[in-house]
């Protein structure tokens, strides 16, 4: 599972169920969380709490040039993204999610990815104030390389991380493989596949702002999360569940994240 859904759901786990409750807040939480953005965007509290800590931010540059429902185009992009982010994770909690989530991780959960966002969100209304991109044209005129790179990234890692968890769940529900690491497809190339699924789309989801130093930031928060805490987290639960065959499997597949590098 991905503990990467994050915060809170480290011990998840360990349990299996149905939990209403839980996994209400889980959805309810994700789904919140664009609208709430949005909000930032548009009623200028973004900015002001940029003004607030003496950095610039200019309200008419968010809502410049084209893009929907009073938004420029990158906070247009970025508000779309957040929304599928939500909605991909509300997809994972009722259709693929065995795991027995609390309120309580719901809520961790949802506050780990909403602080991500309000990142991004505030990292694009500073950006935009020094950005060289034209505020008057089409869409595809008023966002360059960065934006087309960062969706690529975002369209990539949705794509990896959900593969991985719809494959790991079919390999599970099939009785044959009761009691076995799945080591197919995407988990025989790195142990990790949906952490790295997920690091794409949020380093993307920053580039999309138009910041580099935010991007190299938070791709510095995923993998100092990974390797500080969730991978040795998971890597102690899978030893002392498997023993032997999670050596085995770590063995034949060295790489956590990146073929050949991490």
Known sequence: MSSEKRGGLADVRRTTGFSTPGIATFAIGRLSDAPLQYLLFTQGWAVKGLTAVG?????LLVTAGPG??????IPSLLTGMYALQGLHHAYWVFF???YRISPGSGLQVS???GTMNTFNTLVAVHALTSSPQPILGSFAECIGWKQYAGLALFALGISIEFIAEQSRKAFKKDLKNKGKIDDTGLWSVVRHPNYLGYALWRIGTTLVTGSLGGTVFMAGIQLASFYGSSIPELSDYMASRYG???NDYKR????????GIL
């Open 55 to 59: 950095l610039r931010a200019s309200n």
């Open 68 to 73: 929907i429902a009073g938004l420029g185009p």
């Open 96 to 98: 693929t999610s065995n």
């Open 111 to 113: 506050a780990f990815n």
């Open 244 to 246: 032997a065959q999670w």
């Open 252 to 259: 034949r597949v060295p790489y956590a994240l990146v073929p």
